[in-house]
């Protein structure tokens, strides 16, 4: 009978209380999220007119950890205010669930433990916050300059609220923005900013964009960047990228002379003559028609064989009406320097320039280029023998006629000493 009516009378509890900074009370019941922790609180007060020896203790599932508990015990005079605490780190969870947690306070007589009061409380156990990135990119294949539309779809699949998130857009190289649609251009710049969203929360964000000068084949379109910070208060960062096929030609001009590959500096000798090779390749993944190519010739030098190509002044000129995806065409030509240059050494360069379309006719920004082949024309080996004999026979010619002008000084000399010896005797 005691025991009956000390279970009704003796003590008064609170609502259990819960604080953590990994809660959403939004909710009913509210959420604890997987991985984080939560300290749950009772206040309990005497309201017998003797004194208690008390225990508190919590019945949990076990995948809940025990990181500390205060106020197991208590010695309560009537009216005297007891707080038991217990925190609690909650495990990682594949889906959201229920959790129910039994608070017990029992009254110890004669080293017995009676239960004399229970408080349950429930919360859920919910998944972290996590933002996921789909894209779609239509379509996949595409002309230089085509147009490519493009969605990207932000979803928060946690239980949690997602905050401060940030979502910027990165494009490729020679991608543009042809329609912004109904994205601000800050996206592609600094950045748009979200302050929170919720669970199952979705935006979306859709433009178009075109390859202007991309090169050919699988290219990054964009990358799509996002920062923010999950129920944990952890910075989290996600990005995906997309990427489609751009269909164009590409042609690679180079220009070399096949000897002198390797070198650093390519030399030209006065008089000397050389074979100069232009090397014309498609690297794209579709034909170029109707390419033109126009090989500047310096005026330090002149054309010596033009080969198969035309010649209109001091420029060769050569037309390829047709070149498939991976097809080369070689070119030679012969090249002359001058017999004599004012300086010994002079820079000076073959300039190539070349245009070309595509099957569709179009010949755009990124089908055209140029090249140049640096050459150094040095005075020749033959020009150096010759000036060493000029000087050689300069050298030679100036010392003879000084020992000429010497002898002949000598002489006079001594036909005046004669003459004046003779006309002392005389005298």
Not at 94 to 106: D, K, P
Not at 141 to 156: A, C, H, P
Not at 246 to 257: D, H, W, Y
Not at 370 to 394: E, G
Request: glycine letters at 6%; a positive charge; one cysteine or more.
């Amino acid at each position: 009978l005691f025991l009956d009516w000390a279970t009704v009378t003796s003590i008064s509890t609170s609502q259990i209380s819960v604080l953590s900074e990994y809660i959403d009370e939004s909710y009913t019941p509210i959420r604890l999220v997987a991985g984080g922790d939560a300290t749950f609180t009772m206040t309990i007060t005497s309201e017998a007119e003797y004194p208690l020896n008390i225990r508190c203790y919590t019945e949990k599932p076990n995948f809940l950890t025990v990181l500390s508990e205060s106020g197991r015990e208590a010695y309560l005079n009537p009216g005297d205010t007891h707080t038991y605490s217990i925190l609690l780190k909650s495990p990682e969870t594949a889906s959201l669930q229920t959790v129910e947690l039994t608070f017990i306070i029992a009254m110890l007589v004669d080293d017995r433990e009676m239960p004399i009061q229970t408080r349950k409380f429930k919360f859920e156990i919910a998944r972290n916050s996590k933002i996921q990135i789909t894209k779609t990119v239509s379509p996949q294949m595409v002309k230089l300059e085509g147009l490519v539309s493009v969605s990207i779809m932000l979803k928060n699949n946690g239980d949690m609220n997602a905050k401060n998130i940030m979502v910027r857009e990165e494009l490729g190289e020679g991608i543009y923005v042809a329609d912004y649609m109904n994205t601000s251009a800050s996206l592609f710049t600094t950045g748009i900013s979200i302050t929170t969203m919720k669970p199952g929360e979705y935006i979306t964000f859709t433009y178009v964009a075109k390859p202007g000068e991309a090169d050919p084949g699988e290219i990054t379109l964009a990358t799509t960047f996002v920062t923010y910070s999950d129920a944990l208060k952890r910075l989290r960062n996600v990005s995906k990228a997309s990427s489609i096929v751009v269909q164009r030609p590409k042609l690679a001009v180079s220009v070399v002379l096949p000897e002198e590959v390797n070198q650093s500096q390519i030399l030209i000798e006065w008089a000397e003559t050389k074979t100069v090779r232009v090397k014309i390749s498609n690297d794209g993944n579709q034909p170029a028609v109707n390419a033109s190519i126009k090989i500047n010739i310096p005026k330090e030098l002149k054309i010596e064989d033009s080969g198969n190509l035309s010649v209109s002044g001091n420029r060769l000129i050569y037309t390829i009406s047709h070149l498939d995806p991976g097809k080369t065409v070689e070119l030679a030509f012969k090249v002359k320097a001058g017999y004599i240059y004012t300086l010994p050494r002079i820079i000076t360069s073959i300039k190539t320039e070349y245009s070309y379309e595509d099957t569709e006719g179009r010949a755009l920004t990124g089908y055209s280029g140029s090249s140049h082949l640096t050459l150094y024309v040095v005075v020749s080996t033959w020009f150096k023998i010759l000036m060493v004999a000029i000087i050689i026979v300069v050298v030679s010619l100036i010392v003879w006629r000084v020992g000429r002008r010497v002898g002949s000084s000598m002489r006079k000399r001594r036909v005046s000493i004669g003459i004046r010896r003779g006309r002392a005797r005389l005298g």
